[in-house]
């Protein structure tokens, strides 16, 4: 009687997992490190670059809040010794109707322009017309051509009308031409899928009430992220004030800090706490909306 002393044999496959398994793990070992390595050195690099550009705009806050004397002392010192929450209330004091403006002017720009720039953008993205392209180039071309060459025909067009002096140029030509809101929302508008337009059609929706009901809901993030640059542009906007307004009462919140700079050229610390509050709305509204203005780019196609 003889015995068989060979070995069993392997299932069809598992000597092969064995040694990926045991090929995973070697790898594994000799990666790991490495790319822990590279991870740390990557977050704190982004740490220190978040620090160094985040610097000016945490001295402002602090100078802000310290007493005169000690916001430009050497060596310069972080955090103030003594908390003068009353520079904000100065500060706050003339700061009131410039606000109210710049609030006002914000949300005539932003909502119109969305309006506008929706509307034209649906017409660009889904409807047939004569000569579309071309349309599309001529309204593209026209952000192409700076603002200083048609400022003084603009400024005799506006005196003609009697614009001058008044908020109308601070946002009608805006709203009129929304260049890039345009864009950005035909690009969202072309992502939407064709059936949804087709079952509104089926169901006897006319063309605006495919386009309000069924496809701007589609856009939102869209819609955010061109919100959060008009209101950008319009809050920051001094170029504009500067050259059609001339009357202290109409003026906005840059103009604003400007003036306060005139009157306070010595107090600092109440200069830094107007440019704080000057930059608070912008900065929490972008915050909000940060999610849906990431969002909105990377759906318009304007990512990477």
Known sequence: MTTDLRPAPVAKGWGRGVAAARSGRSTLRRRGPRNVGQRVFVYVLLIVLAILFATPLIWMVSASLKPENEVLQSPPTLFPSSVLWSNYTAAADGLLPY??????????????????????????????????????????????IPSMVYLVPQYMLFRELGWIDTHLPLWVPQVL????????LR??????????????????????GIFWRIMLPQVKPALAAVGVM?????W?????????????????????????????FTQTNLMMAAATL??????????????????????SGLKG
Do not use: H
């Open 99 to 144: 606000f109210l403006n710049s609030v006002k002017l914000a949300a005539l720009n932003v909502g119109f322009l969305l309006l506008f720039a929706s509307m034209a953008g649906y017409a660009f993205a889904r409807l047939n017309f004569a000569f579309k392209g071309a349309a599309f180039a001529l309204l593209l071309s026209t952000a192409m």
């Open 177 to 184: 031409t929304p260049v890039f809101g345009t864009f950005l």
């Open 187 to 208: 690009q969202a508008f072309r992502g939407v899928p064709m059936e949804l337009e087709e079952a509104g059609k089926l169901d006897g929706a006319s063309t605006f």
């Open 230 to 234: 008009t209101f950008m542009a319009s």
């Open 236 to 264: 920051n906007d001094l170029f504009g004030p500067l050259i059609f307004v001339n009357s202290t009462r109409l003026q906005t919140m840059p103009i604003a800090l400007a003036l306060f700079r005139g009157e306070y």
């Open 278 to 299: 000057t930059i608070l709305p912008p900065l929490l509204i972008f915050l909000l909306a940060q999610r849906y203005f990431v969002q909105g780019i990377t759906m």
